[in-house]
């Protein structure tokens, strides 16, 4: 549980952290956040980076949450805790609120932080899929610059990203939150990472669905879009055989799904059908409470 | 006597006042760093530590070459070859992953395994076999050579079994596995040795038996016990597993001695995956003869146990002594014939883990007892109690050479009846409405008191003050010594709770002992409390006149006495354990429900920390039932070597325990208790796989291998579905 030697660098602002990023001969440089996954790894040995730049001390400027009516704006320092605690999310985007309430622990939640959950890629953290059912964009920055990237471009495979090497994420940005959302996940019993975690996204317009957004995680390389799923949905009536139906086109979007000790591939991918169908229930019922 | 006072250990232990090996640091300590083989079988082709040994901060780095003059670890009598070797040369064989063969000692914890990462071992891997039925057979890669990797085959037979099962009505047989799992102590294990003026030892260790380490260092070192002193402070759990003496432990006491400076080596978690014995790993295809009216007369069948790389000293009699003889459990059950086949694999040494042959015995005996239940048409309480050895046939001869010393089987059972009948009212509800809903049920024995050689001593000593000390040879780990011991000191002598002290894990201050494990510290060292307790009431009556003792405490000068345990035999505790299920069909997740444990542990000392007893084995128990397994890949190579990957249960998956107690005194010692710490492990695993079992009878299953994990459960209810 000893990390390997390495150098490290707090960063006073954000241009010092792009700065060093930009400027860094070392390839080999990681950005300390709220370490609650890379830390592990370190310990392990799994990561060696020959540099830890801490960016923990730019809470100030990278960590504010802010929610509107037109969307929302998440500093990558955003802790779980504080999103958990964020009146705004809690009333624009129930499913964040579904995904914090079972991810990891109190301990982990305290520390971790939304850009980092990004940034790492982890195939099977719960976020990624509320973000993509919510149509976030990842906010990057470099020394000369930023860009803001669809999640959906920027998730890449597993531990896999579109971030480049001097290039910080800085923050999430949402857009105007839709009706009804849902998040549902069942945990591998170790790690308590979602088998399968399923965000559904439902709007209804005259009593059909007129749009749906379903994101699955832990099923495959990286967090990804039930595109199948949700074209089955839109201009239907949302009754139950509907949501059923839907549900269990998730395999399509998933066709070389994950396997390991605790669960198979087709497993898995039922398991994120019968997730899908009890998230649109729910993304149903909210929508139909919000729309009255 | 009998009240439920409050742990007094806790408050310490809770505000992070304990004090475990790493909490002990020495002037001018270094620091070890175990590097393991990586491959599950193979030879060191090459080991080259040069580099490692020019690193910075090193101050050795250590070849089994260097530890020549070190003894042989403890063994097993009457099997040779098998010794576990503290370290590795080249030309060496390795036989599991995790397998110790460097030791490199540095500066700092972090130098040290730094420099573990230039010690350059090549290794020529050879094909690995970890299961033991395929590493039975012909052909498998054989691990020490000889005549395969068969350690031990012996078969356990009494009464007609052959005339049992041509008479019998029914046969109901199964194949079982009890799977290996890993004890997972909080605290991994560790060890800080320090050679003192004299040449002697000062160990601190992580280890249920001081005095024992202190016998085998003894040997292994060639030093006389009074020169070796062995600390076990605090100690963050065990369950059997901080009962052997490892290798990798001894090799830093040979370090510590061959550098003339303190050593500290603290095992890391996924470490302690590797390198601590595993339990259980049994595989039994037994089958039981039954009569028309439900009477089951005979057992037979063969049981595999993987025994890991070595043969550490218990893994044997776990397999002998405890799990085949106890196969009868609570039922007179007049012939037995079964094969044991001990099996070398490539796998962690399997040693004692909570129950250590009693659970697995218990698993065995019950699922075929439902089964039975299934096939005569009967309900599995009544089957139960059709089997029973009756309450006035005790103490009890079974058919296998053990001695019940007492019991009520009946009474454990029918104090469970009520709930069982709740639960299978609400099982029928919950049937009705489409949901799968189960029940199951186990009764089972647990042999406790176990005394492995000369008797464990407690010295108990009463100041001019009239303050106690009670010293015993047991070693607390977490069962509340200072509580149970205290109370039972408090009530012989007529003293206030609060005036004893009780002093044990250090063989400085504490008497001789065999320390804890086997459900024995109660039984054993409270009996030895027991007899010092009445020596010094015996030496105060030396006074004149009839006065408090601390008075005649005062008058003497102090009063002390050194007693031994007087115990005759072991005790066998009993329960019924009755649990309902849920399970979610269409993700075949497994929800616990109501769980009732009814315990007889004979007198009780303190409720209080019997149900503590409980909880804590009800957990790892479930643990067993639906989450845990240390898996490898066919190469040998661990899959579930961190708290990633293994599943402990959590707080959250663990049942409310509504424990009833009853009372049947042991007559097998002066204070009528029995050993308790092992029946929650015995009694609830197999309770909850009789009733996921039951809830999936509507999908025709008539058996699941634990542990029952969702796709599991899901697979069997869908195999029947498809069909």
């Known amino acids: ?292 | 006597m009998g009240v439920a006072l409050p742990r007094v250990e806790d408050a310490a232990l809770l505000a992070g006042r304990g004090r475990y090996v790493d909490d002990v640091a020495e002037p001018g300590m270094l620091h070890a760093f175990v590097v393991r083989s990586p491959v599950a079988h193979g030879t060191v082709a090459g080991l080259d530590v040069s580099v490692a040994r020019a690193a910075p901060g090193v101050a050795g780095v250590f070849t089994a070459d260097d530890m020549r003059d070190v003894g042989a670890l403890p063994g097993v009598r009457g099997v040779d070859g098998l010794e576990l070797p503290l370290l590795r040369v080249a030309g060496d064989k390795v036989r599991w992953a995790g397998e110790p063969v460097v030791l490199v000692v540095a500066d700092t914890a972090a130098s040290a395994a730094d420099a573990a990462e230039l010690v350059e071992v090549d290794y020529e891997t050879l094909p690995a076999v970890t299961s033991a039925e395929a590493a039975a057979a012909s052909g498998a890669p054989v691990l020490h050579g000889g005549s395969g990797n068969v350690c031990f085959r012996e078969r356990l037979t009494s009464g007609d079994a052959a005339g049992a099962f041509a008479a019998a009505a029914h046969r109901v047989r199964q194949r079982m596995v009890s799977q290996r799992v890993a004890p997972v102590a909080l605290e991994p294990r560790g060890v800080l040795a320090r050679v003192t003026g004299g040449g002697g030892l000062d160990v601190r260790i992580s280890t249920q038996r001081p005095h024992d380490v202190r016998r085998w260092l003894s040997r292994m070192f060639g030093l006389p016990e009074a020169l070796i002193r062995v600390v076990a402070g605090d100690v963050g759990g065990g369950f059997g597993a901080k009962g052997p003496l490892y290798p990798d432990q001894v090799a830093v006491i040979a370090a510590a001695r061959l550098l003339g400076r303190p050593v500290k080596w603290i095992e890391e978690r996924s470490e302690s995956f590797l390198a601590t014995t595993h339990g259980r790993d049994q595989t039994a295809d037994l089958e039981a003869a039954v009569t028309a009216d439900g009477r089951i007369t005979a057992i037979r069948g063969i049981v595999h146990a993987g025994l890991g790389a070595y043969l550490t000293p218990n893994a044997a009699s776990i397999v002998l002594r405890r799990l085949a003889p106890l196969l009868g459990q609570c039922y007179a059950i007049e012939a037995i014939d079964v094969e044991l086949v001990g099996v070398l694999t490539n796998a962690t040494p399997v040693g004692p883990y909570r129950g250590a042959g009693r659970p697995e015995a218990a698993y065995f005996t019950e699922r075929l007892a439902d089964l039975a239940a299934l096939e005569t048409g009967l309900d599995p309480a009544e089957l139960r109690r059709r089997n029973f050895i009756a309450p006035d046939a005790f103490p009890y001869q079974t058919p296998t050479g053990l001695t019940y010393d007492s019991g009520d089987y009946r009474a454990t059972l029918d104090t469970a009846m009520s709930g069982y009948r709740e639960m299978r009212r609400w099982q029928a509800v919950a049937r009705s409405s489409g949901r799968l809903a189960g029940v199951g049920m186990c009764c089972f024995v647990e042999p406790g008191g176990i005394l492995p050689g000369e008797p464990d001593q407690a010295t108990v000593t009463v100041d001019g003050s009239g303050k106690v000390t009670v010293a015993v040879g047991t070693s607390g780990h977490g069962q509340g010594h200072q509580t149970t011991f205290g109370q039972l000191a408090a009530g012989i002598l007529g003293v206030p709770f609060a005036d004893v002290t009780v002093v044990f894990g250090d063989t400085e201050l504490a008497p001789f002992g065999h320390g804890t494990f086997g459900s024995r510290s109660t039984v054993v060292g409270g009996s030895a409390v027991l007899r010092a307790c009445e020596a010094v009431l015996a030496a105060a009556r030396r006074v004149d006149a009839p006065m408090p003792l601390a008075e005649a405490a005062r008058l003497l000068g102090g009063l002390t006495a050194t007693a031994s345990a007087d115990v005759d035999g072991e005790t066998y505790a009993f329960g019924c354990y009755v649990c309902s299920v849920e399970v979610d069909q269409v993700t075949g997740r497994v929800r616990i429900g109501r769980l009732i444990a009814v315990d007889d542990c004979g007198v009780v000392i303190n409720p209080l920390l019997v149900d503590g007893q409980v909880h804590g084995a009800v957990a790892q128990g479930v643990g067993q039932a639906l989450f845990e397994q240390v898996r490898y890949d066919e190469d040998g190579q661990p899959l579930t070597a961190s708290l990633m990957d293994y599943p402990m249960p959590s707080a959250a998956q663990v049942p409310v325990t509504e424990s009833y107690r009853l009372e049947t005194p042991s007559p097998a010692n002066q204070l009528g208790v029995k050993g308790m710490g092992e029946s929650g492990t015995i009694g609830v695993t197999p309770a909850v796989v009789n009733a996921v079992v039951d809830a999936l009878r509507p999908f025709g299953v008539r058996h699941l291998d634990m542990p029952l994990t969702p796709e599991k459960v899901w697979t069997a209810i869908h195999e029947e579905l498809g069909a």
């Not at chain 1, 973000?131 to 920027?154: H, I």
């Not at chain 1, 939150?177 to 559904?200: D, I, N, R, T």
């Not at chain 1, 709007?203 to 990286?222: C, E, K, N």
């Not at chain 1, 967090?223 to 998730?250: C, D, K, M, Y």
């Open chain 1, 1 to 292: 549980m000893y990390p390997a030697s390495f150098s490290y660098l707090r960063a006073a602002s954000v241009a010092e952290a792009l700065d060093v990023l930009s400027s860094s001969s070392d390839d080999d440089i990681k950005v300390l956040a709220g370490g609650q996954s890379l830390l592990p790894m370190m310990k392990l040995r799994l990561a060696t980076p020959g540099v830890l730049l801490d960016i923990g001390g730019l809470r100030p400027s990278l960590g504010a949450v802010s929610v509107s009516a037109g969307g929302a704006e998440f500093g990558a320092l955003a802790t779980y805790r504080s999103l958990l605690s964020d009146p705004g999310v809690a009333l624009r985007y129930p499913a964040m609120t579904d995904a914090l309430r079972v991810l990891a622990d109190p301990q982990v939640r305290a520390r971790g932080t939304i850009g980092g959950a990004v940034a790492h890629g982890d195939p099977a953290a719960d976020l990624p899929a509320v973000l993509l059912a919510l149509d976030a964009s990842v906010v990057l920055a470099r020394s000369r610059g930023s860009r803001t990237v669809a999640l959906d471009d920027f998730l890449l495979g597993a531990f896999e990203t579109d971030l480049a090497e001097d290039e910080l994420v800085t923050g999430l940005s949402l857009g105007p939150a839709l009706a009804g959302q849902a998040y549902e996940k069942f945990e591998q019993p170790a790690s308590h990472l979602p088998l399968a975690g399923v965000c559904a996204v439902v709007s209804l317009a005259d009593g059909v669905v007129s749009r749906a957004r379903i994101a699955v995680t832990g099923v495959a390389g990286r967090a990804f879009r039930a595109l199948a799923a949700e074209a089955s949905l839109t201009g239907q009536e949302p009754a139950s055989a509907v949501l059923a139906a839907a549900a269990a086109l998730i395999g399509e979007d998933a066709p070389r799904p994950l396997a390991d000790i605790h669960a198979s591939g087709p497993f898995r991918v039922h398991l994120a059908s019968v997730l899908s169908e009890r998230a649109l229930r729910r993304a149903v019922s909210r929508a139909s409470v919000g729309s009255q």
